[in-house]
């Protein structure tokens, strides 16, 4: 979805939320906890829920959209609010360009977004200078090899067997191949094999998430996953010809926030909601397609965190160190009542802070 608020000459500034949920059973309890199932790509029946905040993410979008119109006369330019899908997937940013957004309907001079976090009492947020999340990739693993008796074990070659050693192994890539200076992070998020407890399959599938800074440090693990899992694959004889394979997907860049566009932006929210509500972050592992807006970097761009937490829980997990539900967990529960209206004033100073 592209919305423009066009007001006469100006610069232009993309908006950005998102319109995705995700595959998971809302647990929180609250009355209007979603409820809603689908059938996912697999065919499965699976809950949905709005377990990232992009629900949240959409409402302060609204309100902003509302601010901008109800007060024209303070702001010129034009306002370009994307409602981007499939952020999960990390494919709906690239869709729209590919779509030719920016042939469409004008290129912007500036790129702005939030996102919530558990992190960060809600009525507050957070900025970061530089790198905000890191690169994503999904590198996808698959064992084929023989089918073989279950009562005759040692005619065939077990893939659950050598699928549990590479789990192993896949954990020292980063602890012990790469640089600890440089943050990776690797995850094996999802395995399948097999079809019943006494059949040895065919074939074992792998989904792994890679996080990192630098596309040097995102090839390097790559490499490494395909050497390790042709290395454990070649120890345990399987033939050249059955090896595992690798293939990378739903990939994106780090999202990186222009540094002197961050400090407009900070400068604008503290404005806007007192400096006692406005601090610095830090950089994490979270992925996000934003970036992609940015065309890699010649188009300045920042996205900003939106607290999300209940003060007085925030408050009691700093005490005690216990973490708070996160997104993308059943319990995340944002606290909407002071994150709404927090959000809806920072970036409608920011938006109208540019568009002048």
């Not at 302060?60 to 997937?89: C, F, N, Y």
């Not at 919530?116 to 890191?134: E, L, T, V, Y």
């Not at 074939?203 to 790559?222: F, H, K, N």
């Not at 739903?250 to 509500?277: C, F, I, Q, S, W």
């Amino acid at each position: 979805m592209v919305a423009l608020l066009e007001n006469g000459p100006g610069p232009r500034l993309l908006l950005r939320t998102e319109l995705d949920a995700l595959p998971v059973e809302e647990k929180t309890g609250v009355d209007y906890a979603s409820d809603v199932t689908t059938t996912n790509a697999q065919g499965l029946a699976v809950h949905v829920m709005h377990a990232c905040g992009h629900d949240l993410h959409m409402t302060v979008m609204l309100g902003v959209a509302k601010e901008l119109v109800d007060r024209k006369s303070q702001w010129h330019g034009t306002a370009m609010i994307i409602g981007q899908p499939a952020e999960e997937t990390i494919g709906g940013a690239q869709a729209m360009l590919a779509d030719h957004l920016y042939e469409r309907f004008g290129r912007p001079d500036f790129v702005l977004s939030e996102h919530d976090s558990n992190g960060i009492a809600a009525g507050s947020i957070c900025g970061q200078r530089r790198s905000h999340a890191g690169k994503r990739d999904h590198p996808h693993r698959d064992h084929p090899w023989y089918r073989r008796p279950r009562f005759s074990p040692q005619a065939g070659k077990d893939p659950i067997v050598l699928a549990a050693e590479f789990v192993l192994v896949a954990q020292t890539i980063v602890s012990r191949q790469i640089d600890p200076q440089e943050p990776a992070v690797l995850t094996v998020g999802m395995i399948h094999g097999g079809t019943k407890n006494n059949i040895i399959p065919d074939e074992v599938s792998m989904g792994l998430t890679l996080r990192a800074y630098s596309p040097a440090v995102r090839d390097q693990v790559i490499v490494a996953v395909k050497r390790e899992a042709e290395g454990l694959a070649q120890g345990y004889g399987i033939p050249a010809d059955r090896m595992p394979t690798v293939t990378v997907n739903e990939g994106a860049p780090a999202t990186y926030n222009d540094p002197a566009m961050a400090e407009h932006v900070k400068n604008y929210a503290v404005a806007a909601l007192g400096k006692d509500r406005v601090f610095d972050a830090s950089a994490i592992m979270a992925s996000e397609d934003v970036g992609l807006f940015t065309l890699d970097g010649k188009i300045p761009g920042v996205m900003f965190w939106l607290g999300a937490a209940d003060p007085r829980s925030w408050k009691r997990a700093a005490k005690t160190g216990a973490p708070l539900p996160s997104p993308h967990s059943a319990l995340f529960l944002p606290d909407y009542a002071p994150a709404i209206p927090t959000g809806v004033t920072a970036m409608t100073a920011v938006a109208m802070g540019f568009l002048k």
